[in-house]
Protein backbone atom coordinates (compact mmCIF):
# COMPACT_ATOMS: atom_id res chain seq x y z
CA UNK A 1 0.00 0.00 0.00
CA UNK A 2 3.01 2.00 1.08
CA UNK A 3 4.09 2.05 -2.42
CA UNK A 4 0.89 2.32 -4.48
CA UNK A 5 0.61 5.83 -2.61
CA UNK A 6 4.38 6.73 -3.59
CA UNK A 7 3.30 5.58 -7.06
CA UNK A 8 0.09 7.78 -7.47
CA UNK A 9 1.95 10.98 -5.40
CA UNK A 10 4.68 11.19 -7.86
CA UNK A 11 2.50 10.89 -11.06
CA UNK A 12 -0.26 13.37 -9.12
CA UNK A 13 2.58 15.71 -8.81
CA UNK A 14 3.55 15.27 -12.27
CA UNK A 15 0.23 15.35 -13.78
CA UNK A 16 -0.58 18.85 -12.32
CA UNK A 17 2.23 20.34 -14.14
CA UNK A 18 0.50 19.42 -17.43
CA UNK A 19 -1.18 22.85 -17.59
CA UNK A 20 1.95 23.86 -19.20
CA UNK A 21 3.29 23.14 -23.00
CA UNK A 22 6.69 21.58 -21.92
CA UNK A 23 4.79 18.46 -20.94
CA UNK A 24 5.95 14.48 -22.28
CA UNK A 25 5.25 10.99 -21.14
CA UNK A 26 6.41 8.00 -22.47
CA UNK A 27 7.37 4.16 -22.51
CA UNK A 28 10.21 2.24 -22.65
CA UNK A 29 11.31 -1.73 -23.91
CA UNK A 30 14.54 -3.65 -23.03
CA UNK A 31 16.71 -5.68 -21.75
CA UNK A 32 17.39 -6.40 -17.44
CA UNK A 33 20.03 -7.44 -15.43
CA UNK A 34 21.21 -7.58 -11.81
CA UNK A 35 24.56 -7.54 -10.17
CA UNK A 36 26.07 -8.75 -7.35
CA UNK A 37 22.59 -10.43 -7.01
CA UNK A 38 24.04 -13.59 -5.76
CA UNK A 39 26.26 -15.53 -3.83
CA UNK A 40 28.43 -18.72 -4.79
CA UNK A 41 26.44 -21.14 -3.48
CA UNK A 42 22.56 -19.51 -4.59
CA UNK A 43 20.44 -20.33 -7.50
CA UNK A 44 21.14 -17.55 -9.74
CA UNK A 45 18.60 -16.52 -12.74
CA UNK A 46 19.38 -12.68 -12.82
CA UNK A 47 18.67 -11.83 -16.48
CA UNK A 48 14.95 -10.55 -17.45
CA UNK A 49 12.93 -8.38 -19.81
CA UNK A 50 12.32 -4.61 -18.47
CA UNK A 51 8.99 -2.48 -19.30
CA UNK A 52 8.44 1.02 -18.44
CA UNK A 53 6.57 4.26 -18.36
CA UNK A 54 7.87 7.70 -17.17
CA UNK A 55 6.14 11.35 -17.17
CA UNK A 56 8.19 14.48 -17.50
CA UNK A 57 8.28 18.61 -17.26
CA UNK A 58 10.63 20.47 -19.98
CA UNK A 59 11.45 23.05 -16.94
CA UNK A 60 14.05 24.52 -19.22
CA UNK A 61 15.85 24.51 -22.56
CA UNK A 62 18.07 21.84 -21.34
CA UNK A 63 16.62 20.34 -17.66
CA UNK A 64 13.95 18.42 -17.46
CA UNK A 65 11.93 16.74 -14.53
CA UNK A 66 10.87 13.23 -14.94
CA UNK A 67 9.64 10.63 -12.83
CA UNK A 68 8.95 7.22 -13.71
CA UNK A 69 7.98 3.06 -12.94
CA UNK A 70 9.76 0.66 -14.10
CA UNK A 71 9.11 -3.06 -13.68
CA UNK A 72 12.71 -5.14 -14.72
CA UNK A 73 11.32 -8.84 -14.41
CA UNK A 74 11.89 -11.59 -12.29
CA UNK A 75 14.51 -12.73 -10.64
CA UNK A 76 16.25 -15.78 -8.63
CA UNK A 77 19.46 -14.57 -6.30
CA UNK A 78 19.72 -13.96 -2.64
CA UNK A 79 16.57 -13.63 -0.63
CA UNK A 80 14.22 -13.87 -3.88
CA UNK A 81 12.94 -16.65 -5.59
CA UNK A 82 11.43 -15.81 -8.77
CA UNK A 83 10.65 -12.62 -7.42
CA UNK A 84 9.84 -9.53 -8.83
CA UNK A 85 11.33 -5.92 -9.07
CA UNK A 86 10.29 -2.49 -9.49
CA UNK A 87 11.21 0.52 -8.62
CA UNK A 88 9.53 4.55 -8.73
CA UNK A 89 11.76 6.86 -9.97
CA UNK A 90 12.58 10.31 -10.00
CA UNK A 91 15.52 12.27 -11.78
CA UNK A 92 16.33 15.40 -13.33
CA UNK A 93 16.93 15.24 -17.02
CA UNK A 94 20.11 17.21 -18.70
CA UNK A 95 20.35 17.31 -22.62
CA UNK A 96 23.31 17.72 -24.76
CA UNK A 97 22.50 18.66 -28.03
CA UNK A 98 24.97 16.71 -30.22
CA UNK A 99 23.28 17.54 -33.84
CA UNK A 100 19.95 18.93 -35.23
CA UNK A 101 17.40 16.80 -33.93
CA UNK A 102 20.28 14.34 -31.95
CA UNK A 103 20.63 14.81 -27.66
CA UNK A 104 23.03 13.32 -25.46
CA UNK A 105 21.42 13.26 -21.98
CA UNK A 106 21.84 12.50 -18.46
CA UNK A 107 19.96 11.18 -15.49
CA UNK A 108 20.86 11.23 -12.07
CA UNK A 109 18.19 10.95 -9.11
CA UNK A 110 16.77 8.14 -6.49
CA UNK A 111 13.96 5.53 -6.36
CA UNK A 112 12.46 3.52 -4.32
CA UNK A 113 12.72 -0.44 -5.52
CA UNK A 114 10.62 -3.41 -4.48
CA UNK A 115 13.29 -6.12 -4.08
CA UNK A 116 11.11 -9.67 -4.09
CA UNK A 117 10.31 -9.30 -0.40
CA UNK A 118 12.52 -6.03 0.58
CA UNK A 119 11.91 -2.15 -0.07
CA UNK A 120 14.96 0.45 -0.64
CA UNK A 121 15.73 3.59 -1.19
CA UNK A 122 18.48 3.29 -3.98
CA UNK A 123 20.43 6.17 -6.39
CA UNK A 124 20.10 6.42 -9.91
CA UNK A 125 21.94 6.92 -12.53
CA UNK A 126 21.03 6.71 -16.43
CA UNK A 127 22.14 7.93 -19.72
CA UNK A 128 21.10 8.01 -23.24
CA UNK A 129 20.87 9.37 -27.06
CA UNK A 130 16.90 10.66 -27.93
CA UNK A 131 16.87 11.54 -31.90
CA UNK A 132 13.38 14.19 -32.22
CA UNK A 133 11.47 12.54 -35.08
CA UNK A 134 9.53 15.98 -35.42
CA UNK A 135 7.75 18.65 -32.81
CA UNK A 136 5.99 15.92 -30.34
CA UNK A 137 7.45 12.00 -30.80
CA UNK A 138 10.96 11.25 -30.34
CA UNK A 139 13.13 7.81 -29.90
CA UNK A 140 15.55 7.09 -27.05
CA UNK A 141 17.90 4.53 -26.30
CA UNK A 142 19.01 4.51 -22.73
CA UNK A 143 21.16 2.66 -20.14
CA UNK A 144 19.63 3.12 -16.28
CA UNK A 145 21.60 1.72 -13.49
CA UNK A 146 19.66 1.42 -9.37
CA UNK A 147 22.58 1.05 -7.27
CA UNK A 148 22.72 0.00 -3.77
CA UNK A 149 19.78 -2.22 -3.39
CA UNK A 150 19.48 -3.80 0.18
CA UNK A 151 17.89 -6.95 0.86
CA UNK A 152 19.74 -7.60 3.89
CA UNK A 153 21.83 -10.29 2.32
CA UNK A 154 23.59 -8.42 -0.41
CA UNK A 155 23.53 -4.87 -1.54
CA UNK A 156 23.30 -5.44 -5.77
CA UNK A 157 22.50 -2.91 -9.21
CA UNK A 158 19.49 -3.53 -11.15
CA UNK A 159 20.32 -2.34 -14.63
CA UNK A 160 18.25 -1.42 -17.71
CA UNK A 161 19.28 -1.37 -21.24
CA UNK A 162 15.90 0.20 -23.11
CA UNK A 163 14.55 1.71 -26.35
CA UNK A 164 11.58 3.88 -25.91
CA UNK A 165 9.11 6.71 -27.20
CA UNK A 166 8.14 9.83 -26.19
CA UNK A 167 5.32 12.27 -26.83
CA UNK A 168 5.60 15.92 -26.01
CA UNK A 169 2.23 17.55 -25.32
CA UNK A 170 1.42 21.36 -26.62
CA UNK A 171 3.85 20.87 -29.63
CA UNK A 172 3.05 21.72 -33.34
CA UNK A 173 5.01 21.45 -36.41
CA UNK A 174 7.67 23.98 -36.75
CA UNK A 175 6.58 27.29 -38.13
CA UNK A 176 7.92 31.02 -37.47
CA UNK A 177 7.06 32.46 -34.07
CA UNK A 178 5.73 35.80 -34.52
CA UNK A 179 5.27 37.87 -31.28
CA UNK A 180 2.10 39.58 -30.95
CA UNK A 181 1.70 43.17 -31.27
CA UNK A 182 0.21 45.29 -28.52
CA UNK A 183 -4.01 45.64 -28.93
CA UNK A 184 -3.98 49.45 -30.41
CA UNK A 185 -5.77 51.41 -27.23
CA UNK A 186 -9.29 52.37 -28.03
CA UNK A 187 -9.83 56.18 -28.60
CA UNK A 188 -12.29 58.38 -26.47
CA UNK A 189 -14.94 60.23 -28.08
CA UNK A 190 -13.25 63.98 -29.48
CA UNK A 191 -15.07 66.72 -28.11
CA UNK A 192 -16.45 68.64 -30.70
CA UNK A 193 -15.37 72.24 -31.32
CA UNK A 194 -16.36 75.14 -33.82
CA UNK A 195 -14.17 74.49 -36.96
CA UNK A 196 -11.79 76.91 -37.38
CA UNK A 197 -11.22 79.03 -40.39
CA UNK A 198 -9.00 77.00 -43.08
CA UNK A 199 -5.36 77.72 -43.71
CA UNK A 200 -3.60 77.66 -46.57
CA UNK A 201 -1.43 74.42 -46.39
CA UNK A 202 2.31 75.29 -47.26
CA UNK A 203 3.47 73.06 -50.67
CA UNK A 204 5.35 69.97 -49.22
CA UNK A 205 7.57 67.25 -51.25
CA UNK A 206 7.04 63.39 -51.33
CA UNK A 207 10.33 62.07 -50.44
CA UNK A 208 11.05 58.16 -50.12
CA UNK A 209 13.53 55.99 -47.96
CA UNK A 210 14.54 52.74 -49.54
CA UNK A 211 14.34 49.40 -47.09
CA UNK A 212 17.71 49.11 -44.72
CA UNK A 213 18.57 46.33 -43.73
CA UNK A 214 21.18 45.60 -40.98
CA UNK A 215 22.43 42.26 -40.00
CA UNK A 216 23.92 41.39 -36.53
CA UNK A 217 26.64 38.71 -36.04
CA UNK A 218 25.82 36.33 -32.59
CA UNK A 219 29.87 36.18 -32.26
CA UNK A 220 30.16 39.74 -31.40
CA UNK A 221 26.38 40.73 -30.11
CA UNK A 222 25.21 37.70 -28.34
CA UNK A 223 27.39 35.27 -26.07
CA UNK A 224 27.27 31.65 -27.07
CA UNK A 225 23.83 30.02 -26.27
CA UNK A 226 22.78 33.71 -24.75
CA UNK A 227 19.88 36.01 -25.65
CA UNK A 228 21.12 38.74 -23.94
CA UNK A 229 22.72 41.60 -26.39
CA UNK A 230 26.02 42.98 -25.57
CA UNK A 231 27.41 46.36 -25.98
CA UNK A 232 28.86 45.90 -29.09
CA UNK A 233 25.07 44.48 -30.53
CA UNK A 234 23.93 47.66 -28.84
CA UNK A 235 26.32 49.93 -30.81
CA UNK A 236 25.16 47.89 -33.93
CA UNK A 237 21.86 49.07 -33.72
CA UNK A 238 21.99 52.71 -33.31
CA UNK A 239 21.75 53.89 -36.86
CA UNK A 240 18.17 52.06 -36.47
CA UNK A 241 17.48 53.38 -33.48
CA UNK A 242 18.31 57.33 -35.12
CA UNK A 243 15.91 56.50 -38.62
CA UNK A 244 13.04 55.47 -36.68
CA UNK A 245 13.54 58.45 -34.32
CA UNK A 246 13.47 60.74 -37.07
CA UNK A 247 10.84 59.31 -38.83
CA UNK A 248 7.77 57.74 -37.43
CA UNK A 249 6.14 56.24 -40.48
CA UNK A 250 9.18 53.40 -40.49
CA UNK A 251 8.81 50.26 -39.18
CA UNK A 252 10.94 47.36 -38.39
CA UNK A 253 11.16 43.90 -39.09
CA UNK A 254 13.73 41.95 -36.25
CA UNK A 255 14.35 38.50 -37.15
CA UNK A 256 16.47 35.84 -35.53
CA UNK A 257 18.64 32.70 -36.75
CA UNK A 258 20.66 29.79 -35.77
CA UNK A 259 22.64 27.14 -36.98
CA UNK A 260 21.28 23.53 -37.16
CA UNK A 261 23.29 22.75 -34.22
CA UNK A 262 21.31 21.45 -31.50
CA UNK A 263 17.79 20.47 -31.52
CA UNK A 264 14.88 22.23 -33.64
CA UNK A 265 13.28 22.85 -30.55
CA UNK A 266 16.13 24.96 -29.15
CA UNK A 267 17.01 27.09 -32.14
CA UNK A 268 13.89 28.16 -32.33
CA UNK A 269 13.42 29.15 -28.84
CA UNK A 270 17.14 30.85 -29.45
CA UNK A 271 16.17 32.51 -32.61
CA UNK A 272 13.09 34.39 -31.15
CA UNK A 273 14.89 35.34 -27.39
CA UNK A 274 17.36 37.16 -29.46
CA UNK A 275 15.15 38.86 -32.01
CA UNK A 276 13.24 39.91 -28.86
CA UNK A 277 16.20 41.25 -27.32
CA UNK A 278 17.00 43.38 -29.84
CA UNK A 279 13.29 44.59 -29.90
CA UNK A 280 13.50 45.24 -26.59
CA UNK A 281 16.47 47.50 -27.30
CA UNK A 282 14.86 49.34 -29.84
CA UNK A 283 11.47 49.91 -27.12
CA UNK A 284 14.01 50.87 -24.98
CA UNK A 285 15.09 53.88 -26.67
CA UNK A 286 11.98 55.18 -27.77
CA UNK A 287 10.54 53.19 -30.43
CA UNK A 288 7.28 52.25 -30.24
CA UNK A 289 6.38 48.54 -29.71
CA UNK A 290 3.71 48.42 -32.48
CA UNK A 291 5.92 49.39 -34.73
CA UNK A 292 8.34 46.26 -34.73
CA UNK A 293 7.52 42.98 -34.97
CA UNK A 294 9.61 40.19 -33.75
CA UNK A 295 10.20 36.64 -35.27
CA UNK A 296 11.95 33.30 -34.56
CA UNK A 297 12.96 31.24 -37.36
CA UNK A 298 15.57 28.85 -35.95
CA UNK A 299 17.38 26.96 -38.08
CA UNK A 300 15.97 27.56 -41.40
CA UNK A 301 16.65 29.83 -44.41
CA UNK A 302 20.34 29.70 -43.76
CA UNK A 303 22.67 31.85 -45.65
CA UNK A 304 25.68 29.15 -45.64
CA UNK A 305 26.97 26.13 -45.15
CA UNK A 306 26.11 24.56 -41.47
CA UNK A 307 28.82 22.04 -42.56
CA UNK A 308 31.66 24.26 -41.51
CA UNK A 309 32.57 26.89 -38.47
CA UNK A 310 32.66 29.65 -40.41
CA UNK A 311 29.49 28.94 -42.16
CA UNK A 312 27.95 28.24 -38.90
CA UNK A 313 28.87 31.38 -38.06
CA UNK A 314 27.08 33.31 -40.56
CA UNK A 315 24.05 31.61 -39.95
CA UNK A 316 23.67 32.88 -36.26
CA UNK A 317 22.61 36.10 -36.89
CA UNK A 318 19.33 38.53 -36.11
CA UNK A 319 18.18 40.68 -39.22
CA UNK A 320 16.50 44.14 -38.65
CA UNK A 321 14.98 45.35 -41.86
CA UNK A 322 12.73 48.49 -42.19
CA UNK A 323 10.55 48.58 -45.28
CA UNK A 324 10.24 51.57 -47.54
CA UNK A 325 8.13 53.98 -46.54
CA UNK A 326 7.38 57.90 -47.50
CA UNK A 327 7.40 60.80 -45.93
CA UNK A 328 6.32 64.79 -46.66
CA UNK A 329 8.97 67.68 -46.46
CA UNK A 330 7.55 70.97 -45.99
CA UNK A 331 8.83 73.49 -48.93
CA UNK A 332 9.85 76.76 -47.37
CA UNK A 333 8.96 79.44 -49.46
Known amino acids: MNKMIIVVSAASW ?15 VGKSWLDDSCRPTDVCDDDSSAVGAFLGYQVWDHVALEAGYDHLGKFTGAGMVNDHVNAVTIAPKFDFPL ?13 YVDYGSKDDWSYLAAAGLELSANDNVAVRLEYQALTDINNDIVRAQGNMATLGVTYRFGRSESTPVVASKPRPAVAEPAV ?27 ASSFALDSAVLSKQGVADIQDVVELMSRHSQAT ?3 TGYT ?7 YNQSLSLKRAQAVADQLISQGIDADRITVRGMGESEPVASNDTKDGREQNRRV ?3 VPTFTYQVVIKE
Not at 18 to 28: N, Q, S
Request: aromatic fraction near 4%.
Open 319 to 321: EVE
Open 99 to 111: YQNLDLYAKLGGA
Open 259 to 265: DSTGSKE
Open 252 to 254: AMV
Open 14 to 28: MVSAMIHAEVYVGGK
Open 192 to 218: VAKTPEPVPAEPAETQVIKTVKKSLSS
